[in-house]
């Protein structure tokens, strides 16, 4: 079984700031993956990145990095230079394994509102 | 690119109606994922489909079901609807079977009342 937690409901952050937004996960599984997903008001679930176990360099794109920590189990997003559309909920995400042994769907963590004051 | 577009975008029902919600995919990929919303649930998967048969299935009733055409759009289904179905309902196409080339459409937002 897998399980994502984020603990931070919400968060606040001033524009122009870094913030981090918390994820940890349990999985059995030796090989396995993170995603972070951006979601706004409108409701689409946006990409923002992802995280290999076996990736050496934590991965980045553009303003957002991943902190990434095998040994506790973690994979925190960190947003730099905070904009005002950045302003949404932000899930973290592990593919999760069927019957198959491939990938076939997401679980998903509870997510964390986020909000960017001016 | 069109992206993942889902159709109606608002969907207002009564308890014990059935409710059809569609999903057509990115040109040239072949899997649709569907996803439920609630805020005490939170995101759970609902099934997907690759090349019109059903790969994947998440732990919802049969009231639940889906199906997907020859040209991988996708519709689901509910039938008598309860009100705790009342949801964001995402869908989800890859052109392959893995969640790594997801693309999310805007979903549709049922209520039932």
């Known amino acids: 079984a897998q399980k994502i937690t984020q603990t931070q409901p919400g968060m606040f952050v001033q524009e122009k700031e870094a913030v981090t937004l918390d994820c940890t996960y349990d999985?059995?599984?030796?090989?396995?993956?993170l995603f972070w997903y951006k979601q706004p008001s409108s409701g689409e679930m946006i990409f923002l990145i992802y995280?290999?176990?076996?990736?050496?360099q934590n991965a980045t794109e553009g303003r957002y990095s991943l902190n990434f920590q095998k040994a506790r189990k973690s994979a925190n997003l960190v947003i730099s230079a905070s904009q005002l559309g950045d302003s949404a909920m932000y899930f973290c995400a592990m593919p999760r394994r069927g019957i198959s042994g491939s990938a076939r769907q997401l679980t998903f963590g509870s997510g964390t509102q986020l909000t960017v004051l001016p | 690119k069109a992206g993942v577009t889902q159709t109606p975008r608002y969907l207002i029902k009564t308890r014990g109606q059935q409710v059809t919600l569609s999903c057509s995919p990115i040109?040239?990929?072949?899997?649709v994922s569907w996803y439920q919303q609630t805020p005490g649930q939170g995101l759970q998967f609902l099934f997907e489909y690759f090349s019109e048969t059903q790969r994947n299935k998440g732990n919802f009733p049969g009231r639940f079901s889906g199906r997907q055409f020859s040209n991988s759009r996708s519709e689901m289904n509910v039938s008598t609807l309860e009100l705790g179905d009342s949801a964001l309902y995402l869908c989800a196409s890859s052109y392959n079977d893995r969640v790594y080339g997801y693309t999310f459409g805007s979903g549709t937002r049922l209520t039932v009342v």
């Open positions: 040109s040239g990929h072949r899997s």
């Open positions: 995280q290999g176990s076996y990736d050496e």
């Open positions: 999985t059995s599984d030796q090989s396995y993956g």
